[in-house]
């Protein structure tokens, strides 16, 4: 290369240089930062993991409120963290499509794929997708059929105890007074979204997707938070819609449209030492289609001490649930547990109010709870299933151990009597 091409490559590099810095300087006089400007590339192959991760810095310690915008296009992200504190109220603004990179191997030390983490006053909007790329990695994923299975896990210890989780989709770690609105996750790994040590914590207009048999796609788990909404979403996944793990308090869940999926959960508790109680869950004015579940709470037998109380289940609708109403102190997957000995879980003070529609199993209603420790103020109110199935003839059927309910208004079927 003759020394006037050099010359001509040097002019080019600092023309793309200085013009990365101007647009870097416009948004800063907007608080608008774009991660065009700081490089990001549209074509969903050159990873833009850098690029995401510099605009945010700039955006989170601007002096007043700031946005990182991803316009639309489709953005290869290897995996990025997104942290406060930041210096102001501060909102990331997706309109366009982040993609996960395939398969399972680059992702085996993180604990999820994108993270927001240690914020307040924070917005994600935008009408965007996050897809997870999941079809590339539910092959490698036994574990739904086999409980030795061999995965990219994450082992966390604490003073307290050890669990193990799968690799997150997106995750949302202490987040405080902030709103999640009007964005998608398509095709999880496996969990679309956890929600831990969050308080004040509005999800609304959540779209979540993946087929009703790809394994340990859960839509959302919340875990050790507080004060979290989920209204007006659509969430069909091939696991729980909802869940809620350990230490999950205040807990709302409107307007939601369940299914396919296995409904939405409270647990499985006691499995680990310390678990944090879970206080607080309505479950109000929202719709099951075909879930293999529609409410459920359920705990391992042979269990650690631990309290599941206050929970809601209102205005419901079951189109063609397998198991609409559960509660499951003898859960037990893959037979891994001493069945025999009772759950040390107490559950007390739930309702089931106003629930109807169609049930796929004769067995509408199922309340196994713990020999040790019966279920306390149990209320069952104006149910109304019916039997749709086509296995067995007669109406639905409900079974009861272990609970002495409060039994309001009609009762089809007849329950626990």
Known sequence: MDYSSCSQLLVLAILVLFTLAQNIINAASNGV???????????????????????????????????????PGKYFVTSAVFKGPCKAPISFQLQGLILAPPGLSKLADKESWITFESLRSFTLTGGGTFHGQGRTAWPENQCHKNSNCQLPIVILATLSYLFIYYIYSIR???LNDSTITGVQSVDSKFFHINILGCYNLKLNKINISAPDDSPNTDGIHIGRSNGIEISNSIIATGDDCVSLGDGSQNVLVSDVSCGPGHGISVGSLGKYKKEEDVVGLTVINCTFTGT????????????????????????????????????????????QCNIKVPSRVKISNVRFRNIRGTSLTKEAVRIVCSKEIPCQNVEIGDINLVYN?????????????????????????????
């Not at 293999?292 to 419901?316: C, H, M, Q, Y």
């Not at 199935?389 to 009597?417: E, H, R, Y």
């Open 33 to 71: 930062f774009n991660v065009i400007d700081f490089g990001a590339m549209a074509d969903g192959i050159r990873d833009n993991s850098k690029a995401f991760e510099n605009a945010w810095r700039e955006a989170c310690n601007w002096n007043t409120y700031s946005t990182v915008l991803v316009p």
């Open 172 to 174: 949302f770690n202490k």
């Open 292 to 335: 293999s579940n529609g409410v459920r709470i359920k705990t391992w037998p042979d269990s650690e001490d631990g309290k599941a109380s206050n929970f809601t289940f209102e205005d419901l609708f079951m189109n063609n649930v397998e198991n609409p109403i559960v509660i499951d102190q003898e859960y037990c997957p893959h037979n």
């Open 389 to 417: 199935g086509i296995d067995d003839k007669g109406p639905a059927i409900s079974s009861c151990s272990n609970v002495k309910p409060t039994l309001v208004g009609k009762q089809i079927p007849a329950t626990c009597v």
